[in-house]
């Protein structure tokens, strides 16, 4: 009997795998140059639309920017809204976008959103701008946390 108990116990403490609990990988959104800037395309599903918008510079991860617009459909060859952000010359990126879809949410099926990302760098090339991906970059323990202070908001007002 103890050892059912313990056995017990140490399901009950360590928790069991949920609808919740489950890793969904990101998916790979796609960087290219059109009218001589970033355009970054993603893979929509059915009635999925643009939930947010994550860019960080790659550096440190110290700078974070969040486009948060009113949602929109995007299509699968166009490219998403991005032109309020500056990129600069030289600085790695991290890019990211979730996707999310209202019958899915309204149906209670997990998950109701998807993550799409890309890495990459603009360069001046002999043709124009240029974009390289590159690979992320490992993380530095040592450093200390980030304080709320480095997180900027962009409402669609200013963009």
């Given amino acids: 009997m103890r050892k059912l108990l313990f056995i017990a116990a140490a399901l009950l403490l360590s928790g069991c ?5 489950y890793y969904h990988p990101d998916y790979p959104a796609q960087v290219t140059i059109k ?3 970033p355009c970054v395309t993603v893979q929509p599903e059915g009635d999925e639309e643009v939930y947010a918008i994550h860019i960080y510079e790659m550096a440190g991860m110290a700078r974070e920017k969040l486009f948060i617009p009113k949602s929109y459909t995007v299509r699968a060859d166009e490219c998403l809204d991005i032109a309020a952000y500056p990129f600069r010359l030289d600085t ?3 890019f990211s976008v979730v996707l ?3 019958k899915k949410f309204k149906k209670k099926r997990f998950p109701w959103g998807r993550g799409f990302v890309t890495r990459f760098r603009l360069s001046e090339g002999a043709h124009g701008l240029q974009v390289e991906e590159v690979e992320p970059e490992p993380p530095n323990w040592n450093l200390p946390a980030r304080s709320s202070d480095e997180f900027g908001l962009i409402s669609p007002e200013q963009q």
């Fill in 92 to 94: 790695a990126y991290v």
């Fill in 100 to 102: 999310s879809s209202e």
């Fill in 35 to 37: 009218d001589n800037k």
């Fill in 17 to 21: 795998p949920g609808p919740g609990d």
